[in-house]
């Protein structure tokens, strides 16, 4: 595989879409999936906060933010610190259910929904062995599609710091970032570290060595 260039929207998406128009009436840009292409681990999360939308960049520039990205340290999949706007990430891509944001209210279903041919293109592309959605909305669009549980027996609290297998990679749920105390955080790393990295999380889909 080349050298990845960039991180930002790696894939070349559409960044003028206007598929949802009250959304496009008001966001500041879309904001497209940023990391290593050639990931392990996706994170999604339910939609851009106003620092990731200011950034252009998921799950940066708040306090929110700056959580996962300590979590992606800690891991080994951030060589940024927590406030980095640009992160430098390894093994690592982050992305959202929804590539826009509305400042006074959250995406509908049908927002969600248009957004779904990115975020399969993003899948494909990658072929992530482990997803961590973020907060219970993420859980719940991933359970639909990847598990054999109904969305509503999830719940984001209660699985944080788990493991959910899937169709053909596992789930890794993580509570709502403005929820997550340190405490939090610590149970998500170390469940990471003990549990699954510790072992060959891979699946056999032809994926390159790392």
């Not at 929110?64 to 430098?88: K, Y």
Request: glycine content about 8%; proline content about 7%; some cysteine.
């Amino acid at each position: 595989m080349p050298v990845q260039e960039e991180f930002a929207n790696p894939f070349g998406m559409d960044e003028e879409c206007r598929n949802c128009p009250e959304l496009a009436a008001c966001r500041e840009r879309v904001v497209h999936g940023y990391g290593d292409a050639g990931a392990e681990v996706l994170v999604i999360g339910e939609s851009p906060t106003a620092g990731a939308e200011r950034n252009g960049v998921p799950f940066t520039g708040d306090e929110a933010g700056e959580r996962l990205q300590r979590v992606l340290g800690d891991l080994g999949l951030s060589n940024s610190p927590p406030d980095a706007d640009e992160p430098e990430l390894r093994n690592a891509y982050l992305t959202y259910l929804a590539r826009c944001r509305h400042p006074d209210r959250p995406a509908t279903d049908v927002e969600v929904a248009n957004c779904e041919p990115f975020r399969n293109a993003e899948l494909r592309m990658i072929n992530p062995e482990l997803i961590v959605p973020v907060g219970q909305r993420a859980l719940e669009e991933l359970a639909v599609e990847y598990t054999t549980r109904a969305p509503e027996s999830f719940d984001a609290d209660a699985e944080h710091a788990t493991t959910v297998r899937g169709r053909g990679f596992e789930l890794l749920p993580m509570k709502d970032l403005e929820d997550l105390t340190d405490a939090d955080a610590d149970a998500f790393v170390d469940h990471v570290l003990e549990n699954v990295f510790s072992r060959d999380y891979r699946q056999t889909k032809g994926r390159r060595s790392r």
